[in-house]
Every structure is written in structure tokens, then in C-alpha cells.
């Protein structure tokens, strides 16, 4: 926390506003709104997985549709196709963003128009706040037709060229989950190009009621806005999101500081300079032949007994039991990453104690 989020939520019990609607809650959208520019529209929602619901939803994916999403990713990305009795279809990375495949998107594409189904969206995620290779995908969904969801959970405050993240699709997902690099404690946005879709995307979130002075609704609706509380809480950790940022860099330069000396490791960074991410996470990747057989398992369980926490990197959704037997598109390129990944501490908070205490047990590790 950054000490202002209280005063927003101390002025939302002090005038009442202790509901889904309020002044922080529109406060927080505008701060939103000026964050990513772009002429971008907010609509702050109950959690980033609502935000991505909504966003199918909008873009009228329909049961027994086909919608394209990331295999490396948080399940969070493809369980709201599932919701909506659609079809995932899943891409694989490329090995410099760790994110969609462009040529495996593109495979994809052709293959599942010549079944006769052309899919009606795609997610690209931006994982680990690393941007994905947008030119590249924007340029298939032209040439497809096929609109982008931004899954843009991890990657508040990266650019790609210079834009933000969240900015190039027709839609994106916003988190701000407990663990992201601003929370609400819970909660999320749907951005949108258009206010129209903000405004669809509010009636849906607030179940949908038909204009009329009695209950009336026309169409299934949701309760997903955002809670003018926790909006209270966003608004003040907008104003510590450049630091968080700031500071998840600098663990990322600790990690390629530390490593760069060690054959077998990889600390996962920017391709060129056209990527700029908020290294909400940094993760390693160890070649287990050029590290004496030494695995990312052995040095997570290595770390976790000097009580150091660390984690896979995500499992890619075509190998979760819940999406089995569905169609993937790709050569392995996210399976030897989740094989061979680690995610490191990376959080705002880690003090010069905690990083000696990382170097101390690396060192252990890798040089003993
Ligand atoms: C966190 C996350 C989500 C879901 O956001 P919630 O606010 O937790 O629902 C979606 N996609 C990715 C990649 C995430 O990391």
C-alpha cells in the first residue's frame, strides 16, 4: 500500500458510498483512462476474469464458437470462454516474449476456416507484464477479420513501441488482484475503444436492467462492478504505480545483475527495445546440461528449504486436465519453458536483506 489508499476509503464510508457505484469508482476509471490514454474507455469490474467474460460476451462469442487464446497462461485467460460454452484454441509462444506465436496464430487460423469455423476472437496475453509481438497479431486480425482481447491482467504500465498495454485490442482485461502490480484487493476493468462498449459492458456487470421504473431485463445479466471501496483502494495505488513499477525493473536488473556471470541460466528480459515490460514477475529458465544437471525443480526446492519462495512458471492450458482434447496449434516452445522456468521473488517490497539472502542461496546453489 501506499498510505493515500485509506483517505479514499475513509471518504466513501464518511459520505455513505458503501456500494458497487460512487465517486471512486468513477474516480478510479478516469485515473485509468488518463494512465493508458489512447482515447480508452474504463469500465472497473468485480475482477480481471469478469472483465474478460464481459469482453467475449461483447464481442458475441456464442456456445459452440471458437475463440483463440494463449496456451501460456493463467487459466483465469481461457475459463470465461468455457463459461460461455464456446471452444478454446489454444497458440504457443515464441521464444522472445514468451507470449503468442504469430506464425503458430496465423496456422491456426487457416486451419480452423478450412474446418469451417472461423474463430471469433483472440486473447494474446501479456505475461509476466512482457508485451506480446503486437504488430504481428494486429496485422493477422486485420487480415482475418478477427477481433483482439487483450488479456492484460499482468502488464499495467508496459509498452510495446511506446503504447501501453491494454491499448491494441478492440477490448482488454485489467486486474487488480491481490497479487498484481496494483490491487484493489480484488478486482478489474474492461478498456475498451468505445463508449458504447463501456456502457454495455456497466449494464451487463450491473444485471442488466432494462430502462424502466420496475425490474425489467431483456438480456442474462451480471454483478461484476467494481465496489466503490475497493475502488477506493485503486485510486490510491495509482499513485504509487510508477514505483511498484520502478521497482519490479530493479529486481529484474538484480536477477540479470546476478546471473550474468552463470552459463546455464536465462533471466527472462526485453527482445529489443521496442518491449518495455513491468517485470511483474522475473523468471529464470535453466539449462539443466550447461548447470552440471541441475533442474528448476531442484533449485525451487533448493530455495524453498532456505525458505525462499519461488514458482513454475504457468502450465500451458492444452496440458491441463480441464482442457483436453482441444485444439493446439505449435511446436512445445511454452511446454520447455514450464519445464525449464522459475519464477523469483519478485515483489514490491523486497528489502536489501531479503536480496542478500537470494545471493547467498544462489550462490550456494550454482557454484557449490
Ligand atoms: C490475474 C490474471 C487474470 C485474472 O484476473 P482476476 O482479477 O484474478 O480475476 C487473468 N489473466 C491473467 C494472465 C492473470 O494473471
Redesign the pocket.
Known amino acids: 500500500m501506499g498510505g493515500t489508499e485509506q483517505k479514499f476509503v475513509q471518504e466513501a464510508f464518511d459520505t455513505n458510498w458503501v456500494a458497487p457505484l460512487g465517486p471512486n469508482v468513477s474516480g478510479f476509471e478516469d485515473d485509468l483512462q488518463n494512465f493508458l490514454g489512447e482515447g480508452s474507455q474504463i469500465a472497473a469490474l468485480s475482477?480481471?476474469?469478469?472483465a474478460?467474460h464481459l469482453g467475449l460476451i461483447i464481442l458475441d462469442v456464442q456456445p459452440g464458437d471458437e475463440v483463440i487464446c494463449q496456451t501460456f497462461?493463467?487459466s483465469?485467460?481461457a475459463n470465461p470462454i468455457k463459461y460461455l460454452g464456446a471452444t478454446p484454441v489454444f497458440i504457443d509462444s515464441e521464444i522472445d516474449s514468451w507470449n503468442m506465436c504469430p506464425i503458430a496464430l496465423e496456422e491456426a487460423i487457416v486451419d480452423r476456416i478450412s474446418k469451417g469455423k472461423k474463430p471469433k476472437a483472440i486473447i494474446p496475453?501479456h505475461?509476466y507484464g512482457m508485451p506480446a509481438k503486437m504488430d504481428e497479431i494486429i496485422a493477422i486480425s486485420k487480415k482475418y477479420d478477427i477481433a483482439i482481447l487483450e488479456?492484460s491482467?499482468?502488464s499495467l504500465g508496459s509498452t510495446y513501441k511506446g503504447q501501453k498495454c491494454g491499448t491494441f485490442g478492440e477490448m482488454a482485461?485489467l486486474?487488480?488482484?491481490g497479487n498484481?502490480i496494483i490491487t484493489t484487493s480484488?478486482?478489474?476493468a474492461l478498456v475498451t475503444r468505445e463508449l458504447a462498449e463501456k456502457n454495455q459492458a456497466v449494464f451487463l456487470a450491473t444485471q442488466a436492467r432494462d430502462q424502466a421504473p420496475h425490474y425489467q431485463h431483456s438480456q442474462v445479466g451480471y454483478n461484476y462492478r467494481m465496489s466503490n471501496i475497493c475502488a477506493g483502494i485503486g485510486r490510491g495505488q495509482m499513485e504509487v504505480l510508477e514505483a511498484h513499477i520502478a521497482l519490479r525493473r530493479d529486481m529484474n536488473e538484480f536477477y540479470k545483475n546476478y546471473f550474468k556471470d552463470i552459463d546455464g541460466v536465462r533471466v527472462f528480459s526485453e527482445p529489443s527495445e521496442d518491449f518495455y515490460s513491468n517485470h511483474w514477475l522475473s523468471a529464470i529458465v535453466l539449462d539443466p546440461v550447461k548447470c552440471s544437471g541441475k533442474t528448476s525443480t531442484d533449485l525451487r526446492l533448493y530455495l524453498d528449504g532456505h525458505n525462499i519462495e519461488s514458482r513454475p512458471l504457468w502450465k500451458p492450458m492444452h496440458l491441463q486436465p480441464i482442457f483436453a482434447g482441444v485444439p493446439y496449434y505449435g511446436s512445445k516452445v511454452a511446454e520447455k519453458l514450464f519445464e525449464n522456468g522459475l519464477c523469483m521473488p519478485s515483489g514490491s517490497n523486497l528489502t536489501d536483506a531479503d536480496r542478500d539472502r537470494i545471493t547467498l542461496a544462489l550462490n550456494d546453489f550454482f557454484l557449490n
Request: charged share 15%.
Open positions: 475482477s480481471g476474469t469478469a474478460l497462461t493463467f483465469a485467460s496475453v505475461l488479456d491482467a499482468e482485461a486486474s487488480f488482484n498484481k480484488g478486482g478489474g
